[in-house]
T-cell receptor, first 112, second 115 residues
Framework: AQSVTQPDIHITVSEGASLELRCNYS??????LFWYVQSPGQGLQLLLK??????LVQGIKGFEAEFKRSQSSFNLRKPSVHWSDAAEYFC??????????FGKGTRLSVIA | DADVTQTPRNRITKTGKRIMLECSQT?????MYWYRQDPGLGLRLIYY???????NKGEISDGYSVSRQAQAKFSLSLESAIPNQTALYFC??????????????FGPGTRLTVT
């Protein structure tokens, strides 16, 4: 069955430090990959997406993610975290004509 | 104006009551979805619709029903609400181009509390 795993439930980083959020998936073919962010009290906003081509994709707010087929991973990165990045982050995977499957999310806390 | 709107934004209801959550979109998308979000469980798909005449059950459809009144409107009903349906509910839309990449756009959510 299709599945998406975000191994880290909660991560705390210092402002200005680098960030990497992990996402692993289990799919039969090359999936479509997404990262969404949910700020407190808000809906989900798309950060970036990967369909094909260059495996390093750039998104909004200074985020990037790299698709690694050999590791079935699509990790999200940011070189320098800002306090406003505190939020919950969801990885999502789609394949063909089926609805997206979401991971359970990683909550990011940012400390001074 | 928001592209995907949900009403109400907050609702408190009692066990056994019927309740309807409404979703409207101005994006012109064919596909619409209902999810619920619970702490630690992420988003789980309740129902989805790929066009007006198409309704499909998701992962957790028991206790819920939906109606796709028009391309732009997709309603979620709880026929007899129970406390474990207390959650944050999201509507989403998408329109994959040529079947590629089902990027979804989310509404602001409805916080439902069943007492």
């Amino acid at each position: 069955a299709q599945s998406v795993t975000q191994p880290d439930i909660h991560i705390t980083v210092s402002e200005g430090a680098s960030l990497e959020l992990r996402c692993n998936y289990s799919y039969g073919a090359t999936p479509y990959l997404f990262w969404y962010v949910q700020s407190p009290g808000q809906g989900l906003q798309l950060l970036l997406k990967y369909f094909s081509g260059d495996t390093l994709v750039q998104g909004i707010k200074g985020f990037e993610a790299e698709f690694k087929r050999s590791q079935s991973s699509f990790n999200l990165r940011k070189p320098s975290v800002h306090w406003s990045d505190a939020a919950e982050y969801f990885c999502a995977v789609g394949e063909g004509n089926t609805p997206l499957v979401f991971g359970k999310g990683t909550r990011l806390s940012v400390i001074a | 104006d928001a592209d995907v709107t949900q009403t109400p934004r907050n609702r408190i209801t009692k066990t056994g009551k019927r309740i309807m959550l409404e979703c409207s979109q101005t994006k012109g998308h064919d596909r619409m979805y209902w999810y619920r979000q619970d702490p630690g469980l992420g988003l789980r798909l309740i129902y989805y619709s790929f066009d007006v005449k198409d309704i499909n059950k998701g992962e957790i459809s028991d206790g819920y029903s939906v109606s796709r009144q028009a391309q732009a409107k997709f309603s979620l009903s709880l026929e007899s609400a129970i406390p474990n349906q207390t959650a944050l509910y999201f509507c989403a839309t998408s329109s994959p181009r040529g079947g590629v990449g089902d990027e979804q756009y989310f509404g602001p959510g409805t916080r439902l509390t069943v007492t």
